[in-house]
């Protein structure tokens, strides 16, 4: 709306200069002819002419006054003495000369002054809003090297300690900072130094830039919080200038808080590009290094940074001086997830059914973000449905909707598809049953869902796991391979719908093998490569191991792979009346719960 209003500003300045200049600089025109003047004064109608002429030139005008008539008529003339004389031959005497008023010069200038006012004045007006677009600081135009730092006042930020749940021993160790912030000659006194950085590290949606904000809302100091990739752009050298001017208007308003979300835009290892060492980014990071610890004292600045990419960075701002503590934020355990709900419930209106200590066993795994996500779909749920309140069920469809997909019941598939779907899934869930370390199953169904999936068997986890053992991998391998011994049992055939838990299962053989060191003959070595590519430091790069141990490495996967996939096929042979039993259910209700699959095993 802005934007339309600024352009509309602009056409009425536009149409304003143009109607001025119109205005003064309009050529007057007669409302009377020299012959309908003549043939008004043969009929005795004209009772007077007043003819006005120019001093420097012959050239005037006559206003004549003809009888019964409601206005003066004017006309204009090229040469006022040949009017004259036209008029004595006419016989016509009633006629006075006078010389028309000069204008003085600022009457004549002002025509052209209020068009140069107005050119100017539109002029620096787009200028200014070109400079705006740009996102310069302070509305001047090119003002690119200003940092885009936003700065949030004490008043402003209303997130405290108490708003952020699961995280306590984070909080704690965090609430340092905030007690120097308050009171630094406590810790000053016994030659205590603060931490200059503190890189908060976890996986997405786990709360670290909650916390800086929860920080800098108990400290009560100003908070500047930036992206890292807002310091580089196209021209070069903006970035580090877009540091120093951070750093530098921080120090105006220290102490306080700069807070860098998603660091490693910037910070990432140098000598990652074929460039040398003139890349624009490095160059970006090398500012920073300097602003954090270098020759300037930036007193009472804390530099707070999060990251989920921490193997990446480089290892200058990793040392003591810059980034002195890294705080990691997991994913909350049940209790903190169940204290997170009950935040994110605060404003949300639940049934009596609904109980979140439930909810918080059955999400492991989530994080923050997705619980806000379940219980914000939740809502939405009740709302279509126009109630005033969320229930139980509401939640459990939202469960499945943010984990695998929203179900897409309108496709239409064929009998045989269902069919092959329909023991594909069961194939999954009797091994999810069967195995100890990977069920139990919370849902199954073959419903289409996003993507390519036919159906999705839904296992639920019902407690926090800190590793993985050895035996739950292979188990997942053996649940993997479910769906095609199934089809292979059943059909004596075997489709293309097992391609992503082929891909899944070889994936973790692969990781078993070349990164924790389970097999036995490949023995107990780290063959595992790094996923982030460094062009200038992997060019010449060589694998650490020769042709043989690779030969040997893809022996032993697929050694696994055949164990485990007969294995799947003893199981799931040794069931195979629940598998008839599970699918028939699934070709006629179309999704089962946890209760109706386990009573199929005859268990209540």
Same mark, same amino acid.
């Not at 042709?547 to 040997?552: C, N, W």
């Given at each position: 709306?802005?934007?339309?209003?600024?352009?509309?500003?602009?056409?009425?300045?536009?149409?304003?200069?143009?109607?001025?200049?119109?205005?003064?600089?309009?050529?007057?025109?007669?409302?009377?002819?020299?012959?309908?003047?003549?043939?008004?004064?043969?009929?005795?109608?004209?009772?007077?002419?007043?003819?006005?002429?120019?001093?420097?030139?012959?050239?005037?005008?006559?206003?004549?006054?003809?009888?019964?008539?409601?206005?003066?008529?004017?006309?204009?003339?090229?040469?006022?003495?040949?009017?004259?004389?036209?008029?004595?031959?006419?016989?016509?005497?009633?006629?006075?000369?006078?010389?028309?008023?000069?204008?003085?010069?600022?009457?004549?200038?002002?025509?052209?002054?209020?068009?140069?006012?107005?050119?100017?004045?539109?002029?620096?007006?787009?200028?200014?809003?070109?400079?705006?677009?740009?996102?310069?600081?302070?509305?001047?135009?090119?003002?690119?090297?200003?940092?885009?730092?936003?700065?949030?006042?004490?008043?402003?930020?209303?997130?405290?300690?108490?708003?952020?749940?699961?995280?306590?021993?984070?909080?704690?160790?965090?609430?340092?900072?905030?007690?120097?912030?308050?009171?630094?000659?406590?810790?000053?006194?016994?030659?205590?130094?603060?931490?200059?950085?503190?890189?908060?590290?976890?996986?997405?949606?786990?709360?670290?830039?909650?916390?800086?904000?929860?920080?800098?809302?108990?400290?009560?100091?100003?908070?500047?919080?930036?992206?890292?990739?807002?310091?580089?752009?196209?021209?070069?050298?903006?970035?580090?200038?877009?540091?120093?001017?951070?750093?530098?208007?921080?120090?105006?308003?220290?102490?306080?808080?700069?807070?860098?979300?998603?660091?490693?835009?910037?910070?990432?290892?140098?000598?990652?590009?074929?460039?040398?060492?003139?890349?624009?980014?490095?160059?970006?990071?090398?500012?920073?290094?300097?602003?954090?610890?270098?020759?300037?004292?930036?007193?009472?600045?804390?530099?707070?940074?999060?990251?989920?990419?921490?193997?990446?960075?480089?290892?200058? !701002? @990793?040392?003591?001086?810059?980034? +002195?503590?890294? %705080?990691? *934020? =997991?994913?909350?355990?049940? &209790?903190?997830?169940?204290? #997170?709900?009950?935040?994110?419930?605060?404003?949300?209106?639940?049934?009596?059914?609904?109980?979140?200590?439930?909810?918080?066993?059955?999400?492991?795994?989530?994080?923050?973000?997705?619980?806000?996500?379940?219980?914000?779909?939740?809502?939405?749920?009740?709302?279509?449905?126009?109630?005033?309140? !969320? @229930?139980?069920?509401?939640?459990? +469809?939202?469960? %499945?909707? *943010? =984990?695998?997909?929203?179900? &897409?019941?309108?496709?239409? #598939?064929?009998?045989?598809?269902?069919?092959?779907?329909?023991?594909?899934?069961?194939?999954?869930?009797?091994?999810?049953?069967?195995?100890?370390?990977?069920?139990?199953?919370?849902?199954?169904?073959?419903?289409?869902?996003?993507?390519?999936?036919?159906?999705?068997?839904?296992?639920?986890?019902?407690?926090?796991?800190?590793?993985?053992?050895?035996?739950?991998?292979?188990?997942?391998?053996?649940?993997?391979?479910?769906?095609?011994?199934?089809?292979?049992?059943?059909?004596?055939?075997?489709?293309?719908?097992?391609?992503?838990?082929?891909?899944?299962?070889?994936?973790?053989?692969?990781?078993?093998?070349?990164?924790?060191?389970?097999?036995?003959?490949?023995?107990?070595?780290?063959?595992?490569?790094?996923?982030?590519?460094?062009?200038?430091?992997?060019?010449?790069?060589?694998?650490?191991?020769?042709?043989?141990?690779?030969?040997?490495?893809?022996?032993?996967?697929?050694?696994?792979?055949?164990?485990?996939?007969?294995?799947?096929?003893?199981?799931?042979?040794?069931?195979?009346?629940?598998?008839?039993?599970?699918?028939?259910?699934?070709?006629?209700?179309?999704?089962?719960?946890?209760?109706?699959?386990?009573?199929?095993?005859?268990?209540?």
């Amino acid at each position: 709306m802005k934007q339309k209003s600024g352009f509309g500003f602009y056409l009425l300045l536009i149409v304003l200069v143009f109607f001025f200049w119109y205005y003064f600089s309009a050529t007057a025109t007669s409302d009377i002819t020299s012959k309908e003047l003549f043939a008004q004064i043969s009929e005795g109608k004209v009772t007077g002419i007043v003819i006005k002429q120019n001093a420097e030139v012959p050239t005037g005008e006559a206003r004549v006054t003809i009888k019964d008539a409601k206005k003066v008529h004017i006309l204009y003339v090229s040469d006022v003495n040949a009017l004259q004389s036209e008029l004595k031959v006419a016989g016509f005497d009633r006629y006075t000369v006078t010389n028309v008023p000069q204008d003085g010069w600022v009457k004549q200038m002002l025509p052209m002054l209020i068009v140069v006012a107005a050119l100017f004045l539109l002029f620096m007006v787009m200028m200014n809003s070109q400079a705006q677009m740009q996102g310069g600081s302070g509305g001047k135009m090119m003002n690119f090297g200003k940092s885009r730092a936003k700065m949030t006042t004490q008043d402003k930020i209303k997130i405290r300690f108490e708003d952020v749940a699961g995280l306590a021993e984070e909080k704690e160790e965090l609430a340092e900072v905030v007690d120097f912030l308050k009171e630094p000659q406590k810790y000053t006194m016994v030659g205590a130094r603060i931490p200059k950085g503190m890189l908060l590290v976890g996986p997405p949606g786990t709360g670290k830039t909650l916390l800086a904000k929860a920080i800098a809302g108990e400290a009560g100091v100003p908070f500047f919080s930036i992206s890292d990739s807002a310091f580089v752009e196209m021209f070069v050298g903006v970035g580090a200038s877009r540091v120093r001017d951070l750093f530098n208007e921080a120090k105006e308003n220290a102490p306080c808080i700069v807070f860098i979300d998603e660091i490693d835009a910037v910070a990432r290892r140098r000598g990652s590009g074929m460039g040398g060492g003139h890349d624009e980014r490095e160059q970006t990071l090398n500012q920073m290094l300097v602003e954090m610890d270098g020759f300037g004292e930036n007193e009472g600045i804390i530099v707070m940074a999060a990251t989920n990419r921490v193997d990446i960075l480089d290892p200058a !701002i @990793m040392r003591p001086g810059r980034f +002195d503590r890294k %705080v990691f *934020v =997991g994913r909350p355990d049940v &209790k903190g997830r169940e204290d #997170i709900l009950k935040i994110h419930a605060k404003n949300k209106p639940l049934g009596e059914d609904v109980d979140l200590h439930t909810v918080a066993r059955t999400t492991a795994g989530f994080t923050g973000a997705d619980l806000e996500n379940l219980l914000n779909e939740s809502a939405i749920a009740a709302a279509k449905d126009n109630r005033k309140f !969320i @229930m139980m069920r509401d939640i459990k +469809d939202s469960f %499945v909707k *943010v =984990g695998i997909g929203t179900e &897409k019941k309108s496709r239409i #598939i064929t009998e045989k598809e269902k069919k092959i779907t329909a023991y594909h899934e069961s194939g999954h869930a009797i091994l999810f049953h069967v195995l100890p370390d990977v069920g139990p199953v919370y849902s199954v169904s073959i419903i289409p869902t996003g993507g390519s999936a036919a159906g999705y068997t839904m296992p639920l986890p019902e407690k926090d796991e800190m590793f993985n053992t050895r035996g739950r991998m292979l188990q997942e391998i053996i649940v993997d391979f479910g769906g095609r011994v199934a089809e292979e049992l059943i059909f004596d055939d075997i489709t293309t719908g097992a391609s992503q838990d082929i891909k899944q299962a070889t994936s973790t053989a692969r990781a078993m093998v070349t990164q924790y060191g389970m097999s036995a003959s490949v023995g107990p070595v780290c063959y595992h490569e790094e996923d982030e590519v460094f062009l200038g430091r992997d060019y010449g790069h060589v694998k650490g191991y020769g042709e043989a141990v690779a030969g040997e490495i893809d022996a032993e996967i697929k050694r696994i792979l055949e164990e485990c996939y007969s294995k799947a096929r003893d199981i799931i042979k040794e069931h195979e009346d629940i598998l008839e039993k599970c699918a028939g259910l699934l070709l006629e209700k179309e999704k089962i719960s946890r209760a109706e699959f386990e009573a199929l095993f005859g268990e209540e």
